[in-house]
């Protein structure tokens, strides 16, 4: 066995569960009496995720925010989170995000676990559970032919607050970097209306690339209509970079959108490439987008 | 801010929600439609909980079984797993006693993450999700004056086989200490009987402890009373030692108990230490069992 991959594939053949989703989705989504919770955890790991000398509080609002953001993809609502915490240098700091983010989306802290890193570099986790608002929870899988291909927001903001920041320039907000939106309210406004829906964490390009291959569809995309936070030249940067955690979507013509979003292309029935960006095809995600480690 | 005690203290502040249980407790239970919930998360680091030179499968196993054990306290029935895994030198393994487990509990592995080191040595996360089976699910708090102290099981069986794994020993059974058995059926057939159950993870007297001080209560344990797996002059290490993942509960002493179970002592109104083995009261926990880093 070499690597990711080979774990994650060794590991679809025990999450037999219906409600594990194939691990192809962004949450687990499991019926427990009249309800249905949506469930994720996310790692996180010194050096490979974030940098020893950012700060604490930040990590702690993304390491939160990112798990709400998969949330946010099935419409979910949270009702809390676990954490599991590895002592470090500014615990006073971690612990300053940590409530910054728990206040702003009224999210409980339900329990965890602490433990001291033996020197290892440090590795955080965090489980975030939710419940569905919707009785069909949106997945990866049924993106329609005929439908629109939609995205909230802007793309490209935290790649520029991430060259800020490392760059040292000042007149550039860096927040969106720093402490990205989980877009909740939208994605429960969305949920009921949308045949497919997903988070972009990883680059617009590279997540299309794995909604279309999900739903064995093709997504074409104009370039052109995403909206971006970035200058023109950087246009094909903003679209392979991460971090932006905005909604990708897919949803009938007609269908009137309850939240700010922009249509960027169309599904249609896969003949070829799984990607059409204005009109190439692309069958290979590698350098699409940023792949987690 | 120093240490664990500190920032959990800290975080106490931040878990205000009662389905935290203040963090006092083996598993948050949270309300959800229905159901009540019952959520842990643990997490495991290399060189401090367990060593590099473990076989993977065991680690698989505990990693689940400690978790799952959490679980029993509560009288809770196992709906589903996540795994925050660290890619390492024989994922192989690892997922064979992860199968072993998961099958043997029927548990489904719903999702969770997989991450590469970066050349940290290894954290594992795990969060178990369970579903209360009594309309009270036990907490460590209400253990009633008056009542009994009991103990499913043996201890010091963990103990005698990690001494053996160490020291080589081959005639001694290791399969307790590196494959612990979570009690889920004593646990659920006891939820509605007791005042008060935890799981044994730290020792007896160290979890004993935590009880009386988590109900202010005195428990006065006999120590001639304990069922040892353990030869004689070990008693006092069987009953400090942890990892044995028994139960330990208070109840009436007219209760007709439906698994097997021994009384060890009893349940008396605060008067001075939380503690009084064999009629010594003891105040401070310090050396009374592992304390897990």
């Known amino acids: 066995m070499k690597g990711e991959a080979d774990f994650i594939a060794a590991l ?13 989705d962004d949450a687990a989504v499991l019926a427990i009496g009249s309800e249905t919770l949506i469930l994720t955890h996310d790692m996180i790991v010194e050096g490979v995720h974030y940098l020893p000398d950012q700060d604490p ?10 798990n709400l953001s998969d949330l946010a993809a099935k419409g979910a609502k949270p009702v809390g989170v676990l954490l599991g915490y590895m002592l470090g240098e500014n615990d006073t700091r971690f612990l300053k995000g ?3 983010i728990l206040n702003t ?11 001291s890193s033996g020197g290892a570099s ?12 919707s009785t069909t929870v949106p997945s990866r899988t049924a993106a ?7 995205v909230t927001g ?4 935290a790649m520029m607050g991430f060259e800020a920041l490392r760059n040292h320039i000042p007149n550039i907000d860096n927040t969106v970097y720093r402490r990205p939106i989980p877009r909740l309210t939208e994605g429960q406004a969305l949920a009921p209306l949308v045949s497919s829906m997903m988070d972009i964490s990883d680059g617009l390009l590279l997540d299309s690339w794995r909604l279309a291959t999900a739903s064995n569809v093709t997504l074409a995309i104009k370039s052109q209509c995403v ?13 392979s970079w991460g971090d932006d955690y905005e909604l990708l979507f897919t949803a009938a013509s007609d269908t009137s959108l309850p939240v700010p979003a922009t249509r960027i292309g169309e599904v249609k029935e896969r003949n070829g490439a799984p990607l059409l960006l204005d009109s190439n095809p692309i069958s290979d995600p590698a350098g699409l987008g940023y792949t987690h480690n």
């Open 12 to 24: 679809r053949a025990i999450a037999h569960h219906p409600a594990a989703r194939m691990l192809n």
């Open 57 to 66: 509080a930040d990590i702690a609002w993304k390491l939160v925010a990112t």
């Open 98 to 100: 940590l409530r910054d």
């Open 105 to 115: 989306y009224d999210v409980p802290l339900l329990g965890g676990d602490t433990v």
């Open 122 to 133: 440090r590795t955080l986790g965090l489980t975030a559970i939710g419940t569905a608002t």
């Open 144 to 150: 329609m032919p005929g439908h629109g291909l939609y």
């Open 154 to 157: 802007r793309l490209g903001a």
């Open 227 to 239: 909206p971006i936070a970035a200058p023109e030249e950087r246009r094909y940067d903003a679209l």
